[in-house]
């Protein structure tokens, strides 16, 4: 298994592009999760969905949107970048819940200009 | 507010010399906390889950105790493999968001 896939690695935008982010799982979890890292904070969760067809917002979904077509893909989509939106993103996938034993993806460092 | 706080915000230590990290909690009830490590460039990896004041969690070098107000990851004579940032979380009472800390970061010098 692969587990939990993030595509790309590294990205820098100029403000006002759009870009989505891929991730997807292998391991038939019903609840997946996008979160972003600054430094000196911890995980903030920006949306999340408990299925495929049902996505919901987290703590920070203002300038983000998701989908969710299949159990395994659930890409974030920035809209308009912001230098603001300057962060490591972070995918995990849980079994059902959140506070079920999360599996995070590598990560993407994405830079806005 | 719900709230997380982890200390200290760094720790170096040598390396066979044990210490502990510190996760204090303000939530209006506990239905779990986390402790999760996360290498450098890498994402977190899930260590322990804890659920009730006295319990405790051990693997390897590493074990989890949990008070009412409080969580500690106690590390007995660490290696330098034990480097990285850890991380705790906690849900509140209620809720299935977890509220997470800002992180230890651990560095085990040889």
């Known amino acids: 298994n692969a587990g939990v896939t993030q595509t790309p690695k590294f990205q820098v935008l100029k403000t006002g592009q759009s870009m989505t982010l891929q991730c997807a799982q292998d391991?038939?979890?019903?609840?997946m999760s996008w979160y972003r890292q600054d430094p000196g904070m911890g995980l903030r969760l920006i949306h999340y969905?408990?299925?495929?067809?049902?996505?919901d917002q987290g703590e920070v979904p203002n300038g983000y949107n998701v989908s969710r077509s299949t159990t395994e893909d659930f890409p974030l989509r920035l809209l308009s970048a912001a230098p603001s939106q300057t962060s490591v993103y972070f995918c995990?996938?849980?079994?059902?819940?959140?506070?079920?034993?999360?599996?995070f993806g590598p990560g993407t460092r994405l830079t806005v200009l | 507010e719900d709230q997380v706080t982890q200390s200290p915000e760094a720790l170096r230590l040598q390396e066979g010399e044990s210490s502990s990290l510190n996760c204090s909690y303000t939530?209006?009830?506990?239905?779990?906390l986390f402790w999760y490590r996360q290498d450098p460039g890498k994402g977190p990896e899930f260590l322990f889950t804890?659920?009730?004041?006295?319990e405790e969690k051990e693997k390897e070098r590493l074990k989890a105790t949990l008070t009412k107000k409080e969580s500690f990851l106690h590390i007995t004579a660490p290696k330098p493999e034990d480097s990285a940032t850890y991380l705790c979380?906690?849900?509140?009472?209620?809720?299935?968001?977890?509220?997470w800390g800002a992180g230890t970061k651990l560095i085990i010098k040889p």
């Open positions: 995990a996938s849980s079994y059902r819940v959140q506070t079920d034993t999360q599996y």
């Open positions: 391991m038939n979890h019903e609840y």
């Open positions: 969905s408990v299925g495929a067809g049902i996505t």
């Open positions: 939530v209006s009830g506990l239905r779990g």
């Open positions: 804890l659920y009730s004041a006295g």
């Open positions: 979380a906690v849900q509140p009472a209620g809720n299935y968001q977890l509220i």
